[in-house]
């Protein structure tokens, strides 16, 4: 392999999420590689700080404040990409959030608006996306999944799940649809992946943690910056055959079966 395989000059993309976690973390590692950005957001500050932070790369970001829950925001959002870049090599489907409650408790409203925020509008940004890449004759989308894609989580997590693994099979079905006309798409599930909501979560219940970590054969949280190398492997030429992918960034969480144990090596003295 050669740095030019993963030169992403002269090519644009769109991350949503982009003003923290995961988000940025695409975002800036994209314009690290050359890339120039559409961002978008519902916290503008967050959003204009990531824009700052790539325009001091010496590249252009565009930021957009958008609800992904809203087909008409998501579809503006791309006519003003079409105006200000009049092209898209890559999509980040990564904003989207969650609501937590038992099966036999959450309102049939709260399940609704996971699947508005997670499902529907990964799909609008998709169909959007694809409908220019494929007169274009090539790109790539990645959806950001979840371990919930593929396992149950419990805890709560019945919309997320729900709505995570609907995000799975339309990532399978968009690539086998797409990938004949050059457009790959592929997904990344996360594990635990430290943000602003998780580390609420786990001060609220701090014996999270732990639980959490025993099922970490790595010992350690995921941090945003665990995706920058894989989303420039796949925004680029060195994964030109990697499509319809569900690819873990999980520490070994999956591989662990249920009824394993997890060894850590002790610390060095």
């Known amino acids: 392999m050669t740095p030019e395989m993963f030169d992403l000059s002269g090519r644009v993309a769109l991350v949503s999420g982009a003003a923290q976690g995961m988000g940025r973390a695409m975002a800036m590692a994209l314009a690290e590689a050359g890339a120039d950005l559409m961002l978008a957001d519902l916290n503008e500050a967050g959003m204009n700080s990531t824009a700052a932070a790539i325009a001091a790369l010496g590249r252009r970001a565009v930021p957009v404040i958008c609800d992904v829950s809203r087909p008409d925001q998501i579809q503006a959002m791309f006519t003003r990409l079409d105006t200000e870049f009049g092209r898209i090599d890559f999509l980040g489907n990564v904003a989207g959030e969650a609501v937590l409650a038992p099966p036999e408790k959450i309102r ?78 592929n997904a990344i599930l996360p594990a635990q992946v430290l943000n602003p909501g998780l580390e609420t979560r786990i001060a609220a219940h701090p014996a999270l943690a732990a639980q959490f970590l025993s099922g970490i054969p790595a010992g350690r949280f995921g941090h945003p910056n665990d995706i920058r190398g894989l989303a420039v492997l796949l925004a680029s030429d060195a994964s030109s055959w990697i499509t319809g992918a569900l690819i873990p960034m999980d520490g070994g969480n999956l591989a662990l079966n249920g009824g394993g144990s997890v060894r850590h090596r002790e610390p060095a003295a």
């Open 108 to 185: 049939l409203e709260d399940v609704e608006q996971v699947w508005r925020n997670l499902v529907f509008g990964r799909f609008c940004a998709c169909q959007e996306a694809g409908r220019r890449m494929l007169a274009a004759g090539r790109g790539s989308i990645v959806n950001i999944g979840s371990l919930a894609s593929v396992t149950a989580l419990g805890r709560g997590h019945i919309a997320y799940s729900m709505a995570m693994g609907a995000v799975a099979q339309m990532t399978r079905e968009l690539s086998t649809e797409w990938s004949g006309h050059g457009v790959r798409v």
